[in-house]
Every structure is written in C-alpha cells, then in structure tokens.
C-alpha cells in the first residue's frame, strides 16, 4: 500500500464549474498485480472536454460522465513507473497513461483506455520534454493534426480560420495550417493572445472586441475555405456565413456553450446553399495518424519552429482552478498540473 | 410579338407565402433572336426552395431573390418550340429551360442557368412523359442520387432515414435507398402518406403524431446510419440524437424552417461525439451524374420498379396555390402546374 491522494468530483454544477465542485481525497493505493504497474503521476492534463463530463449525463457517444465522490477515469496523465508486474515496464520508465488527477495509480498494461489513446505507453523522454506528450506530441497534436485531415486541408493554399486558436489544440492547428501552406485567421479573447498569433504570421483578431462575423467581413472579405471550430455558438454561426462554396468545417468542439444551454447555428442552411461539408471529430479516433503526427511535430518542436506555450499549475489540488481558468479563456496554450 | 401571361412577386411575406403575394400578369412575348427559341411551356416545377428566394435577400451562395414585379427567372419548366432560331432546336421539339411560371419564353441557347441544370435542353419524350423531366428525370432525381451519393449512402446495407419521404425529392430518396439495399425509415406528415410509403418497403412514421425523436427511438432503437434532410429543425436534432457513430447527414433541405426563423439543432455538439459528417449540397452541383441518374431511375421507371406520384395544379395561375399547398404539406411526391 501506498499512500496517495485524487481529485473527486464533489457535484455536478450547472453554471461555471468552480474548486467548490470537487474535492482532494486521500487514497490508499495497492500494490501492482500481475499486469500492472503502479505509476507515480508527474503531470495531469486539463482540457475542455472534461468540463462535458461533470454532468449526470455526459452526450451520448462522447466519453462517459465522472462519477461523483469516485475516481476520475479518462484523464490523460504522464508519470514514472514506481513498481512493475507487467511485461515492457521497467521502474524508471515514463510513461503515458489514462488516469490522472491523482498522485498515483496502478495501470492495468493491457487496458483499452479512451480508444486506445490512454493505454500505458512508454514514452521517449530522452529527447522530449515528458509533459509534450500531454499537448502537441499527444492528443493535443492528434486533435489538431487530424482536424486538419478531416477537413481537407492537410494540402494547403487555402485560407483557414482557427477559434480559440491561443488554446491547447488552436495553437497547433494554427501553425500546422501555417506551416502546410495556407493563409490562416487565428482568433483568440486577449490582446496577449492576438498579439502572439500575429508574431506566428497569423491574421488575428480579438472576439471580445468584435464580434466573428464583422471581423472576418473585415480580415477575409472573399471568404474563408475551411474553419477549425473550437468555440461553437457566433463562432460558428460567423464561419457558416463566410464560407466560400464547398467549404469545410472542422467541429473539433463548442467550448462557448459547455457551460450554459447551446443554441445551434440559426444559418445552418448555407451548408445546403454553400455545399459545405461539417465534420465532427475526436482525436483518439484518430489514432493511425499519431506516429505521422508526432514525427512531423516533433521535428518542428526541435528544430524550434513550432510554439508550444504553456499554462501550468503547481499541485494536484490546483487542477479545478486549472480547469475553470481554462474554460474562462484565462489560459494559454496547453494547461497542466505537475504534480 | 406573341401575348403570353407570366406569375411575378408582387410582396415578400414574413410568414405563410399564399396567392395574394403574386400577381398574374399579361406580357408581349418578342420573336426569337438569332441564337434563340421561343418556347411555349406545358408543365413548370413547383419546389420549396422557391420559397427561399421569395424574400428581399435569399441565402448567401443560394439562388437569387426573385425580385418584385418582375419575371421569375430560374425555375425549371418543360415547353414546346414554336419557333427557333438556334442551331439544334427544331419547332416541335420539346425542351427544359430555367424561365418557368409564364405561358412563354424566349430562351438563349447558350445561356448558363442554374448551375447548368437549367440550360436550354431537348428532351427524350419518346421514352417518357415531359414532366417527368421536372422529377424523377430531372432536378428531383439528381438531388435525390446526389444527396444519397455525398452522404456515402449509395453503397447499400445501411439504416437510412428520409424525412418528408413522400415530397418530391423524399419520394425517390426513399425508393433509391431501398433499391440500394438499405434499410429505410420514412417519415411524413399523414397517414395517407405513411401508408403509401409502407407498402414501398419503408418503416414508416406520422411526424405529427409522434415527434421524430421518439418515433426512431421505437422504430430504430440502436440508430440509424444515414439521414437524408429535407425538414431540418426538431427533425434534424432527433437524426443527430439517433446517429450512430460515423454516421452522415445529408443537407438537403429545412422546409420546416423556410417560413419561420430558424433556430438550428442545439445538439450538433453530438456530431463531434459521435464523429458525425454533415454535407450540405443541391442536386445542380453534381450535373455530372444527370446521365448516370436518368440511365438508372429511367429504367426503374420504365419497369414499373420506381413509383413516382405527382400532384397537379391546372393552369398558370394556379402556381401560387400550389406553392402554399406544397409547403403547408398538402401535396405528395413532386407538385406540378400544367398550363
């Protein structure tokens, strides 16, 4: 047994999620069984998407809803193997795996864990940083490498708008299109945040200053051919209206209506009118294309011509404010705990 | 000169479109320039996406707005030559053209309508009746194959449900599929309409005794693959409840939303769940597959295989009328006026 401590979630709130919410709980953690290996837990990963499952009912097809007062399953996490009774796992080694905010955990190696991109993973931290693998050379990357993909627009030439283009996965989506060829408006809630994305050679626009639709009749007058969306409401709505014929929407996620009653875009039949195609995707659908991703990522994050920033967070029981920062825009890049 | 009569916009309504927003009007009909064919119509359409330009602004990328007091250009009517003065067109041929709802038309041989589906045509009538061209033949059939095509439906031995199932492009969407090997669920507005598509080979339910979501929960609990729109609104967020994952919608048309405002599916957050495609498309963008379409339902036809009902209205002035019918659901498969 070692001692150890985990985040619960305390209630299911209907307005912002706050601390209050949750609760930091000791734990007792058992000893591996064969197949297992007990891991320490060095960095924890916080994503919107979480925020979908704090609620009784989390939507259908999507991962399931935490529990209340259990452990939170599903969280993708970085650590150091501590004891090993399964094969291919050697004390000393990092390793990625799904079941995060919590000091410690015992991982079962042959568990199929969020489609398989939460299965115990060793990773190779000789020539990256660990905590990477929680944003551009893991789901973070996967997410924004195959929202591209799907959307048509790994070919490049075309002009791309990325929302919420200063978070985890708008960062890399934002310079990956950058890097590919195409033209990309990248918007973002800070003046810090516009200012960053234009040092990348992005056109940026702040949206609390004006509303998507005017920006983008200002920055993109003829149009824009795909839209990386992370945002969901106006964004949305803005990207349908300024969408050239056989355009392309990428519905990586909605973060503007995960904490309040979502409206739906009023314009949606500018898809028939347009001939636009929406896709909605997940990453960890996606996992054929993390070893192609993560070479390509990871040449450019060596050869210093991809910005990773990040927000992180000191201690476990800083992971709810890391979460509500996250979804109140107050974070840059991929927000982490290291624990 | 030759007098004729033509339908023009006299208002835009807000609401319910009816007769009294249009004025039948008396013209003079100038002979044929070189380059051209008179043409006296016998059959022209009668569509719900006219209602979508019956407004001072149409949606963008969509056909334009009729104006006010003018010819209604760009709806799709079959006539006779009576007189040509363009190579390829004899008097006594039969053709379709883009210059519908009016007794006459002067047609340029060259122009480019509508996408070109509209352009200046002469038509089989050896094998089929001329209106046919107006359905099955024509702009009905391609966005009824088109759509079943984008949606990557055409395959077979997937669950498809087609919404107004019993309208014009719903009539053969539903057959199509069924041929194509797929299961199909269909809906309508009747029973008589329920009925008819039942014996087709369809699950078939009444929108208005059930809503779609609970009626596809009974009908096909563990979801449907494909789902061919033609209603949109609560139809729509009950395809997108019901998807499975991977699943594909096809846009093909909102008729619930033409005469209100409409206020887009709350649940599209599903679709990135779910790993869902929504491709939004007219049958006027794939004229490539006019050929393959007629080759296939003509023959369907021809053998008795495809039914296709048809509503008619008698003469010109009854356009109006027929439009309102057709939208308020009093209609079945494709509404027609014979003038």
């Known amino acids: 047994m070692t001692p ?5 979630v305390h209630r299911y709130s209907a307005a912002r999620v706050g601390p209050d919410d949750f609760r930091l709980v000791e734990t007792e953690i058992p000893d591996p069984a064969p197949g297992q290996v007990l891991v320490r837990n060095t960095w924890t990963s916080v994503d919107p998407g979480l925020r979908l499952r704090l ?4 939507p259908a097809g999507y991962f399931v809803s935490f529990p209340l007062d259990r452990s939170m399953d599903g969280i993708l996490t970085v650590g150091e193997v501590i004891a090993s009774a399964a094969d291919g796992f050697e004390v000393g080694d990092t390793v990625w795996h799904s079941l995060g905010w919590r000091s410690h955990a015992v991982v079962d190696a042959g568990a199929e864990a969020m489609n398989g991109v939460g299965n115990l993973r060793v990773l190779d931290v000789g020539r990256f940083p660990a905590q990477w693998y929680l944003g551009p050379l893991g789901a973070m990357g996967l997410t924004a490498y195959a929202g591209l993909s799907v959307a048509g627009a790994l070919g490049g030439g075309e002009r791309v708008w990325v929302s ?3 978070g985890a996965v708008g ?3 934002t310079q ?3 890097k590919l060829g195409h033209e990309v408006v990248a918007s973002a809630g800070s003046e810090e945040k516009v200012g960053w994305l234009s040092g990348l050679g ?3 626009f702040n949206h609390h200053h004006q509303p998507p639709a005017e920006a983008l009749a200002q920055v ?3 149009g824009i051919d795909v839209y990386f969306d992370n945002v969901g409401g ?3 709505e803005a990207a349908l209206e300024a969408m050239r014929m056989f355009g392309r929407i990428a519905l990586c996620g909605s973060v503007s209506e995960y904490e309040s009653a979502p409206s739906g875009p009023r314009n949606l039949f500018l898809a028939t009118a347009k001939h636009l195609t929406l896709t909605g995707f997940r990453g960890s659908l996606h996992l054929d294309l993390l070893e192609e991703m993560q070479c390509r990522l990871g040449g450019w994050l060596l050869d210093g011509s991809l910005s990773y920033p990040e927000t992180v967070y000191e201690g476990l029981a800083q992971a709810p404010q890391a979460l509500a920062d996250m979804l109140a825009g107050r974070t840059t890049g991929k927000t982490l705990v290291r624990l």
Do not use: C, S
């Open 4 to 8: 150890g401590t985990e985040i619960q």
């Open 55 to 58: 609620r009784a009912e989390a």
């Open 164 to 166: 919420a283009a200063a």
């Open 171 to 173: 960062t890399l989506a």
């Open 176 to 178: 990956i299109a950058l």
């Open 202 to 204: 992005a056109t940026a």
């Open 220 to 222: 993109a007058p003829d």
């Open 234 to 236: 106006d964004h949305l």
